[in-house]
T-cell receptor, first 115, second 116 residues
Framework: AQSVTQPDIHITVSEGASLELRCNYS??????LFWYVQSPGQGLQLLLK??????LVQGIKGFEAEFKRSQSSFNLRKPSVHWSDAAEYFC?????????????FGKGTKLSVKP | KAGVTQTPRYLIKTRGQQVTLSCSPI?????VSWYQQTPGQGLQFLFE???????NKGNFPGRFSGRQFSNSRSEMNVSTLELGDSALYLC???????????????FGPGTRLTVT
């Protein structure tokens, strides 16, 4: 069965430090991969997506992610974290069975930022 | 362009009641999906609608149902509410044009349902 694993439940980084959030997926074919961010009490905002092509994708708010097929990973990175980045981050796999919907999400990683 | 809107934003219901949640997708978007988010189970797919037809369904009991109208707006209904149905219900829409492959989903702010 398809699954997404985010091994880190909670990460705390200092403002200005670099960030890497891990995501591993289990899927038979080349997946469609997404990173979403959720602020408290809000819906999900799309940060970036990977469908095909260049394995390093750029997103909004200075985030980037790298697709590594050999490691079944799609880790999210940011070189310098800002206090406003504190939120919960979700990795997701989509396109299952040719469907536009039906995203499978990881359990999320909550990011705290120290001043 | 307006984003995905969901109404109501907050709802309190009693066990055994039923509830209907509404979702208006981004203009021009044809596919609408619903998700349930709880602290214990995380984000789980409920169902997806396209052209007024349910295209996919997650692993939820039959008490959860939905529909889509000709203008792509969607509703979901939960009958005989249980305490465990307390959750944030998120709606997402995507463009889903023929032959265009995968499109990203855009999420609404959600409806917070509390069952007492």
């Amino acid at each position: 069965a398809q699954s997404v694993t985010q091994p880190d439940i909670h990460i705390t980084v200092s403002e200005g430090a670099s960030l890497e959030l891990r995501c591993n997926y289990s899927y038979g074919a080349t997946p469609y991969l997404f990173w979403y961010v959720q602020s408290p009490g809000q819906g999900l905002q799309l940060l970036l997506k990977y469908f095909s092509g260049d394995t390093l994708v750029q997103g909004i708010k200075g985030f980037e992610a790298e697709f590594k097929r050999s490691q079944s990973s799609f880790n999210l990175r940011k070189p310098s974290v800002h206090w406003s980045d504190a939120a919960e981050y979700f990795c997701a796999v989509g396109g299952l069975g040719g469907s536009q919907g039906n995203l499978i999400f990881g359990k999320g990683t909550k990011l705290s930022v120290k001043p | 362009k307006a984003g995905v809107t969901q109404t109501p934003r907050y709802l309190i219901k009693t066990r055994g009641q039923q509830v209907t949640l509404s979702c208006s997708p981004i203009s021009g978007h044809r596919s609408v999906s619903w998700y349930q988010q709880t602290p214990g189970q995380g984000l789980q797919f409920l169902f997806e609608y396209f052209s007024e037809t349910q295209r996919n369904k997650g692993n939820f009991p039959g008490r959860f149902s939905g529909r889509q109208f000709s203008n792509s707006r969607s509703e979901m209904n939960v009958s005989t509410l249980e305490l465990g149905d307390s959750a944030l219900y998120l709606c997402a829409s995507s463009l889903d044009l023929p032959g265009q492959g995968m499109n990203e989903q855009y999420f609404g702010p959600g409806t917070r349902l509390t069952v007492t």
